[in-house]
């Protein structure tokens, strides 16, 4: 389907269909697990990589330097992720998920997991298909610049 066969309010609409959700689920989380949107993200980015420099942190998560320190202090004062010096580079810092901040993300990973397994029985197999293939092309769909103009 290309872009001219899809009208702005249509458009519209779906943008805040999706917002509502991922607002809405977000909260969800934030509440059950007493953490912010941003401390969430930062540790699940950090699950699925070893160690990261804070720099790398800032670009995933397009914020500024002192913002991604910032998040990372909160998350070590609450125990979840630690610093250390990097053995090749003793200038650089590298963060990394602990067991506490492991075990946290699985509990979250699965509430999430349940309740998509539990919502997702109402729809029929054709329109579980389309939400599959539309999630694969979302990033890509919402993608933009960020203010420093990289993507």
Known sequence: ????LIDRESIRSLLLNILRGVYRFEQFEVHKFGLTFQQIYLLKFLNGNTELTISKIAQEMRMKLF???RLVDQLEEKSLIERKRSKTDKRSVLVTLVKKGQRLIKKIDDATLDTILSNITRFSEEEIKAFLL????????????TQDGTK
């Not at 539309?134 to 933009?144: H, K, N, P, Q």
């Open 1 to 4: 389907m290309h872009a001219e």
């Open 67 to 69: 913002s991604a320190t």
């Open 134 to 145: 539309t999630s694969e092309y979302i990033e890509a769909i919402l993608d933009v610049e």
